[in-house]
C-alpha cells in the first residue's frame, strides 16, 4: 500500500518568513495529492490539493509543488502570520482495488509562526 | 451550506461497552470515509462508502469494529467491546463523487475515551 512519509514533524518560523513542509510518497499510481491544516481539537481543513498532471498550484499565500518522478511533493507557505499556527497533513490517494481509493496521510507537522 | 457532523463530540466508554458513533455527510455527498485519528498522529483509514455500499474495510483494526450506511446517507461506526487502544479520534469525511479526484470534507470528529 501507500506509504507517506512527511518532514519536519515541527516547525518554527518568525512572522513574515517563509515555511516549507516536504513529502513522499511510495506509490507511483498514486495521482492526487491534498493538504490539510487542523488546529487544536478541530477537523482538518483542506487548504490546497494537486493532481498528478500539473507540477505547481498556487493560492495566494500558499503553493505546491509535485514532482512525480522523485514521488514527493511541498506545501509553501510565505509572509506567514500567526494564525498559520497549526499542524499540517500531507495526504496522497491510491486505488485499493474494488473501486476503492484511500487517503493515506503523513504524520504531520506542527507549525509555529512567532510573532 | 451544512459541513459533515458526527455525533457525539465526545464519548467516555468503560471497557467492555458497545458504542455507536453517527456521521451526518454533506447532503448528496457519494462517498463517505471513517478514519482513526490517535493523539499526534495523521488520520488513518478506516472503511469506505458508496452510497450504501461497504467498498472497502480493509483498515478496520478488528471483527469488533462494524461500520454500515444502509440508506446511503448517514453512517454509523460501531464498536463493540471497547478496549483502551480503541481511545482515539474517529474522523468521518464525505466527497461529492467516487474517484480519487474530488475532495474529502472532514467533520469535527467524536473523541472516545475507553476507561
Known amino acids: 500500500g501507500e506509504n507517506v512519509e512527511q518532514h519536519p514533524s515541527t516547525l518554527s518560523v518568525q512572522e513574515g518568513d517563509s515555511a516549507v513542509i516536504k513529502c513522499t510518497y511510495s506509490d507511483s499510481a498514486s495521482n492526487y495529492f491534498p493538504w490539510y491544516k487542523q488546529e487544536l481539537g478541530k477537523r482538518p481543513q483542506l487548504i490546497i490539493d494537486i493532481r498528478s498532471n500539473v507540477g505547481e498550484k498556487k493560492d495566494q499565500r500558499i503553493a505546491v509543488t509535485l514532482n512525480k518522478t522523485a514521488k514527493h511533493f511541498s506545501l509553501h507557505i510565505t509572509e506567514t502570520q500567526p494564525e498559520d499556527s497549526a499542524v499540517y497533513f500531507c495526504a496522497a490517494i491510491a486505488y485499493s482495488g474494488a473501486g476503492s481509493y484511500q487517503l493515506t496521510f503523513g504524520k504531520g507537522t506542527k507549525l509555529s509562526v512567532i510573532p | 451550506g451544512a459541513g459533515v457532523s458526527q455525533s457525539p463530540r465526545y464519548k467516555v466508554a468503560k471497557r467492555g461497552q458497545d458504542v455507536a458513533l453517527r456521521c451526518d455527510p454533506i447532503s448528496g455527498h457519494v462517498s463517505l470515509f471513517w478514519y482513526q485519528q490517535a493523539l499526534g498522529q495523521g488520520p488513518e483509514f478506516l472503511t469506505y462508502?458508496?452510497?450504501?455500499?461497504?467498498?472497502?474495510k480493509s483498515g478496520l483494526p478488528s471483527d469488533r469494529f462494524f461500520a454500515e450506511r444502509p440508506e446511503g446517507s448517514v453512517s454509523t461506526l460501531k464498536i463493540q467491546r471497547t478496549q483502551q487502544e480503541d481511545s482515539a479520534v474517529y474522523l468521518c469525511?464525505?466527497?461529492?463523487?467516487?474517484?480519487?479526484?474530488?475532495?474529502?470534507?472532514f467533520g469535527p470528529g467524536t473523541r472516545l475515551t475507553v476507561t
Open positions: 469525511a464525505s466527497s461529492q463523487l467516487g474517484g480519487s479526484y474530488y475532495e474529502q470534507y
Open positions: 462508502f458508496q452510497n450504501e455500499a461497504q467498498l472497502d
